[in-house]
């Protein structure tokens, strides 16, 4: 119907006749002769003039123009103009010109709409805005992102396209695995009882592939998990999911780092420099005391263990410079509750806060072992001998009068993905910032390879404790760690990556077992499957014994990633029908109660709750934000 | 780990050292000193030579090579050399050449293989192919189809991005509707006894896309239909997805046109004519007796409603040339079956089969309409009359001594998809083909856009039947038809559009209702729907009236386009994984019974089943290719 969009015009249309369609912005009557109307469209606005002289029925136009609604869908047929002198808005990109209207129809009337998308300050809250999600997206800021994002996923397929990915479709309609505690059940009629399952991954099946010879295989695949939601999360998401035949674990880093140099340079017009660093999973953790530090700062943790020799306790430092001097009491609580919040886990012992001043450190003796240290452990030593031994740790910790202390006390069996002076460390970065006394900048962008992840993590504090997947349990161990398998599991480490920008996990990867006996021995003798389990993967052990290729993969979250480019600080800013906070269409209205009717012809009925049984399920302790499951 | 594939290798590459990785085809133990391995990847074949001359601990190698199972998978290096000039094989691509061996190391054993995928012959049925569905996509065959699916999506998405189309994802997680009976219901535990439905496709989120301002969406999405499966359908499909703003019909067919044009042109290096030809409906069903042609041959339909006037049948005639001299009587069963079957179909009245010799007409008198013009309305014919009758009749209808002639009488208050005639008219140009009577060119691609459908489909033989959406609700009237809506919507034609190449459907798309007024018009007072179905759609219409832009779109079936691009007889030999016939994912084993804890989380349970009322849902007589629901 157009001949153009608003955002295709400009001083060198005018005198051509053109015809725009779009949305009424505004309108002014100047005059009883003289009509203005701001035009819309989701390429930019254009300001249009209706005059008596140029128009038949000029009159009846009016009274319908003063009428409209905005938002009302319009196509006008006119001339391009100059603008007068005075008249000119060099901010706009049509600030030089305006359309002289020949003809002007009302394509779609609009009601009186529930809130205006177009001004920021006056948006009513997300809820309102889910609700019209319709209207929301008219937001310019929305429009960018969904575009960015098809621009984004555009980028990169042509990126795997050039390097001879095969771009392979996954099924939806999966198999319920017995593990899969927070995935999807889907019942089928075609066997009343029986159900799929939405894929948490297309793991399994991108496995299969490389059994099946396709060597690179890709695919921007949705996954699903049905889980308490938490910020940030969602129950149906968007992997950059690939696999890969015949490689080692830097040949897929390779392939990410330029697919990220690639999606930078095109989208951010930024150069990223390759390869990443590297990090093993023990620095990350006993440095940043998270497996996904962001290391655009420094506020290093100090492991004090060497001191302390407690062969089941990790002891750890972090000073915050001028911490004591810069927080006041009110800046402190939020580091109070984290602290004594993270007692609660399970591998947290003991953490305690301290101030540095010229005398020494704040009640110190709250924290155990140092203070058992400083005391001596055969001898009592006097006053001067402990002030030396202080400042000999104060010294080695770099701690001086005015940093603010604190002393950590954690189990060696559990290794969490954050630490408690790890979530210390990213709160005091956060003060520090409010305070100028830190800044970190939003350009910069440290991307980092964390690896040699443990490949089996404790599920208890305990040097006994069951052994469970790290991340999961198709994960390659090291080779070199190949016999510790039978003698000590808890050791091994596995050929995982995890790939960080900024202190964000934006995937995960690894090398996978190929070997049918190890990958059996792995589930039956190391994570001690039932019967029954090891059953429901035996298709994929059989697969692996004939003929299945070394291979391995990785797996991007593409709604972070585009987040990321998009400055978003939620990931329903990037998704075009995301579900709210608590995992419903607030819009569409689902999920809804389904007829009893409708659960009969799938052979299920609503079950009655017995004792509030209906209650959700507990939230896992550890982040799994690992994509590949 | 490789630095070539068996594909990339030639005569250019001799005397150079490479690293390939493969598996073993066979191996052949030509002396103490000699082994031959023939290699293949994905890519190709490749000869390998080891020789004790060049190998240490040769004696060894030979004898873990002599074991090796097809299909095992190794690392081999050593020095590309050209063959014997009596040992080379033009027929391959590296029959020039062979590998002298350095080194070679097992990468992962192969047991035995439950079948061979490289012999064509002898692959076992498609069950047990299933069941292994990893071992079967080696297959030449489906390597080439996954492939080529990869660089067809591939070639679609380009076209899209260089014409402005923004790739949205849209949910899968959507609602369940009233009317969606052949949907997935997706219980979840956030709300237990709640359920979210699978999309059977985006149409809903377009359209709010268009609201949202997006004019030009595109997407490749994943759709949902649980019903009882017949040949070549999938409970899950993949579909493109378009839909635009401010676009006329003609706007939309010329997109597809060129996405044709491409696609054809990228993947089979055809040139396509545009833009296609048009029908409509009306001549479609009355030519072919089929919404969906097959244009490539002639066999056309004659109307006979004007020679009998009744005003309630439609009387038809098809004449199949030298049918009654070339089909035997053993021929003639599938003929006999049909016309039998098809009596049941609500609109087919009585349909009879006639041999035209010099005499007249063989059991004319059986249909009753013709016997009875025949026999003459008033006065009584003679005999010689009769014949001048019959005669012209035969005349009119180019009907020679020897042809076979069907005559058919149905309703016109039903105009289903395929007429009798229409599937007459298929089985006689395959009977044809077989007595090598006619001629179907398989490399002639007869693109058609059929149009003007009637809007509103009656659901019973009856002038005054309930009316439903021919297609969907959302679908526009033909401009000049709006009148009718009040006066009679069964004659509103749709400003809906299917593309149909060779017979066969690939798509179909209208433009939409943009009148919240039309569209509440057509929910309440022709589709009668009640209060609850209409509040369940009200979300769509108020959207509608904050300023909907008018709109349109269209869906294609990928796989369908994949299989034509491929000559593939089934759809599941363009899917990398699809479901067996009856719904089952054999090599993952989906779905499965889901356990009883696993169902009281969502808060439902299985229900006992009442007086066998487990029986699957009854079959829609209708056939519902269309793509957007």
Not at 172 to 188: C, I, N, Y
Not at 419 to 424: I, K, P
Request: contains cysteine.
């Amino acid at each position: 119907m157009r001949t153009h969009t608003c955002g295709d015009l400009n001083s060198g249309h005018v005198d051509q006749k053109v015809r725009l369609c779009g949305w009424v912005k505004n309108i002014r009557v100047l005059s009883e002769t003289l009509v203005f109307v701001h035009l819309r469209d989701a390429y930019g606005s254009m300001q249009l003039l209706a005059e008596q002289s140029r128009m038949p029925q000029f009159a009846e136009h009016r009274r319908v123009l003063e009428l409209l609604n905005p938002d009302t869908l319009v196509d006008v047929c006119g001339t391009v103009v100059r603008r007068p002198e005075n008249m000119t808005n060099d901010g706009e990109k049509t600030g030089q010109i305006e359309l002289l209207v020949d003809q002007i129809q009302v394509l779609n009337h609009a009601e009186p709409l529930p809130f205006s998308p177009y001004i920021k300050g006056k948006l009513p809250n997300e809820e309102v805005r889910l609700a019209h999600r319709y209207l929301d997206l008219r937001r310019p800021e929305l429009q960018h992102n969904i575009r960015l994002r098809s621009k984004t996923t555009s980028a990169i397929r042509q990126f795997m396209d050039d390097n001879g990915f095969v771009d392979i479709e996954t099924p939806m309609l999966f198999k319920s695995t017995p593990e899969g505690a927070r995935e999807f059940l889907v019942p089928t009629r075609v066997d009343p009882g029986t159900c799929y399952a939405l894929p948490q991954s297309p793991q399994q099946f991108k496995q299969m592939l490389m059994a099946a010879g396709f060597d690179r295989y890709y695919q921007i695949a949705r996954c699903f998990r049905d889980e308490d939601l938490r910020a940030d999360r969602q129950p149906e998401f968007t992997q950059i999911d690939l696999e890969m035949s015949f490689v080692t674990k830097e040949d897929i880093q390779s392939v990410i780092e330029r697919l990220i140099q690639r999606v930078w340079k095109t989208i951010k017009q930024v150069d990223i420099q390759v390869p990443f660093p590297r990090m093993s999973f023990a620095e990350a953790t006993s440095k940043y005391g998270s497996d996904k530090p962001d290391t655009r700062f420094g506020l290093e943790i100090t492991q004090l263990s060497d001191l302390i020799p407690d062969e089941h306790t990790v002891v750890e430092a972090l000073v915050i410079p001028d911490g004591a001097e810069l927080l006041t009491t009110r800046d402190l609580v939020p580091f109070n509750d984290l602290v004594g919040n993270n007692q609660k886990n399970k591998e947290s012992k003991l953490t305690t806060i301290h101030k540095v001043n010229s005398q020494g450190v704040t009640g110190l003796s709250k924290s155990t072992l140092i203070s058992r240290w400083l005391a001596g452990s055969s001898d009592v030593l006097d006053q001067q001998q402990r002030q030396a031994k202080l400042s000999s740790l104060l010294n080695s910790i770099s701690a001086k009068s005015g940093d603010l202390l604190f002393v950590s006390e954690r189990s060696i069996y559990v290794t969490p993905a954050n630490t408690t002076l790890g979530r210390v460390r990213s709160l005091a970065a956060k003060a520090l910032q409010e305070k100028n006394a830190l800044t970190i900048p939003s350009d910069k962008y440290n991307f980092l390879w964390v690896e040699d992840f443990p490949l089996f993590t404790r599920e208890s504090d305990d040097a006994h404790g069951k052994l469970s997947a790290t991340h999961h349990p198709f994960t390659a161990p090291v080779e070199g760690d190949l016999p510790l398998l039978n003698t000590d599991p808890a050791k091994v480490h596995g050929q995982h990556y995890d790939i960080v920008l900024n202190g964000v996990e934006l995937g995960g990867g690894s090398i996978r077992v190929h070997d049918p006996a190890v990958q059996s021995y792995i589930f039956k003798n190391i994570l001690e499957h039932s019967p029954s389990v090891q059953d429901s993967f035996s298709h994929l052990v059989t697969a692996l014994g004939h003929g299945c290729p070394p291979h391995g993969g990785i797996a991007l979250g593409l709604d972070r990633l585009v987040a990321i480019l998009t400055d978003s600080t939620s990931l329903r800013d990037v998704i075009a029908f995301p579900k709210s906070a608590n995992g419903r269409d607030l819009f569409m209205h689902a999920p809804s109660v389904a007829t009893k009717e409708q659960l009969a012809e799938y052979g299920i009925c609503v079950a009655t709750p017995k004792n509030g049984s209906r209650k959700p399920s507990t939230i896992l302790a550890t982040d799994p934000a690992h994509h590949e499951k």
